[in-house]
């Protein structure tokens, strides 16, 4: 870390929030003016909502990311963790990867910490759950359904093969709708190639606790998502949740019991539990309480936005309801870093603050190749709703050019025209998460056998 006379902005998360925030920051702000640091456990930031594709293999997970020291070159990224704020002497605790903690000053703080999956104290669940919120868990589960399918079609074990075959879903909001309808794709498509897998041998569940499934989409293409699940054989169980999954086996409240080597857990987001250790103001659900400036509530010098910040909903209020609160959405997280830049920009030079508000634009997802719903706002009232192949061209179209950096954009275009032409890969590259496993296997015997073939020291 560098030491240095000018003031410090120190952004905490290099996510959406983070990454965009930073980047507005060092483009307004004249030479010399400040030193923006930002820490993130992970040198990339992640574009969520292409997680689902990644593990269809639509996209190369590889470039659903991008790396923070390449698109911020004049901030100072340090990897690691925020672990605590001191607010009176205004510094934070950082905890790099490897070695000792150490203090950063600053003058000027952005929380952007984001959010985690939100669980629930369910027997099993954190022994068998895969959650989707980081890229490493997009390429788990893609390794994951495919050695399923591999392990299936290699056993004479009706009841591995059962089991293999499997797959349980819970959460149908836009992760958990979007994750199902991509994977769900891939292991159709994938299964041509297996002679002893078809799509009718397989078993996708899906579950949630609400009596509908994209809520985000509004109720009539919920209600169009959910049928066309249910028509690709997709079983959906609504008003119902998971009671336990005790190696594999799960339970749920409606009293259905099936067994699962996975267990996909999409069932929301909760903020950042770090947050509790940083002495800020926090809301009933754990989010940091921050006016409409996106200032932290009771500071001038705190920002907060995106999935760890309550951030009242101006909008929403305008029109009558009290307690309108921005959704925790990339749509947000976008827009809310623009502003919270530009009021960091203010808040140095000692500039009044600019208040967030944003009308929802509406929402897209896409539910595997060629499948997807839309609904556009075109007005205050007036909704534009689409669904099928032209609304998975909106959702590409959209998120396409809503990937940060040209670089991005380019290549996960070029991902998309590569596999129309050449077929999505289907292959399983489970051992990358013990790379170092043949390695040992072939080196450890020889390393015993050179320890007992050499002759033992003498005891003195
Ligand atoms: C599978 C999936 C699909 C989605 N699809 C959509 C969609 O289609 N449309 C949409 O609008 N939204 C979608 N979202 C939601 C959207 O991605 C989030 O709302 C958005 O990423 C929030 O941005 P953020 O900056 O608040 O958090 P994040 O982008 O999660 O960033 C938080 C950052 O903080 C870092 N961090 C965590 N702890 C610490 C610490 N102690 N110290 C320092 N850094 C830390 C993390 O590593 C991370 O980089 C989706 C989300 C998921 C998971």
Not at 137 to 162: C, F, M, P
Not at 244 to 270: M, R
Not at 378 to 400: E, I, P, Q, S, T
Request: aromatic residues 8%.
């Amino acid at each position: 870390m560098s030491t240095t006379e000018r003031p410090r902005i120190l952004v905490v998360g290099g996510g959406y929030v983070g990454m965009y925030a930073a980047r507005r920051i060092l483009k307004k702000m004249r030479y010399g003016e400040a030193t923006v640091t930002v820490v993130d456990p992970r040198s990339y930031m992640t574009y969520q909502p292409f997680l689902p594709e990644a593990a269809a293999g639509s996209i190369s997970p590889r470039h659903v990311v991008v790396p923070l020291r390449r698109v911020l070159p004049k901030a100072e990224v340090l990897t690691g963790r925020v672990t605590s704020i001191d607010q009176d002497r205004k510094v934070a605790t950082v905890t790099p990867l490897v070695g000792e903690s150490y203090e950063v000053p600053f003058d000027y703080l952005v929380i952007a910490l984001g959010a985690v999956s939100r669980t629930f104290p369910i027997p099993g669940l954190a022994e068998n759950g895969i959650g989707m919120k980081t890229v490493e868990e997009a390429i788990g589960l893609r390794n994951h359904v495919l050695a399923q399918l591999d392990k299936a079609d290699s056993t004479n074990d009706e009841e591995i093969r059962r089991r293999a075959l499997t797959f349980v879903f819970v959460g149908g909001g836009f992760a958990g709708a979007e994750t199902i309808g991509e994977v769900e794709d891939m292991a159709r498509d994938a299964c041509k190639y297996y002679a002893n897998v078809r799509r009718e041998d397989m078993r996708f569940v899906l579950v949630d606790a609400a009596d509908k499934i994209l809520p985000e989409v509004g109720p009539e293409l919920g209600k169009w998502g959910l049928e066309h699940l249910q028509k690709r054989g997709v079983e959906v169980y609504l008003s119902t949740s998971m009671e336990s999954c005790v190696d594999g086996h799960v339970v749920l409240k409606n009293g259905l019991e099936v067994d699962s080597d996975t267990i996909v857990w999409t069932a929301g987001v909760k903020p950042n539990p770090a947050l509790a250790r940083f002495g800020l103001p926090l809301g009933p659900r754990g989010h940091v309480d921050t006016e409409p400036t996106l200032q932290v509530k009771g500071t001038d010098y705190i920002w907060a936005a995106g999935d760890n910040a309550q951030v009242p909903d101006l909008v929403g209020r305008d029109a009558g309801n009290e307690n309108a609160w921005c959704p925790p959405n990339a749509q947000h997280a976008l827009r809310q870093a623009k502003v919270l830049g530009d009021n960091v920009i203010s808040g140095l030079r000692g500039f009044p603050q600019t208040e967030y508000r944003h009308a929802n634009r509406g929402a897209v997802a896409g539910l595997g190749l060629h499948k997807g719903v839309a609904m556009i706002m075109l007005g205050k009232k007036l909704k534009l709703k689409v669904r099928g192949r032209l609304a998975w061209y909106m959702h590409r179209g959209y998120h396409g050019m809503a990937m940060p950096t040209w670089n991005r954009k380019i290549r996960v275009f070029a991902d998309w025209t590569l596999a129309t032409f050449l077929k999505r890969e289907v292959v399983s590259l489970g051992a990358v998460e013990n790379p170092r496993g043949e390695f040992y296997e072939a080196a450890a015997p020889v390393s015993a056998s050179v320890q007992e073939s050499r002759p033992k020291a003498k005891a003195s």
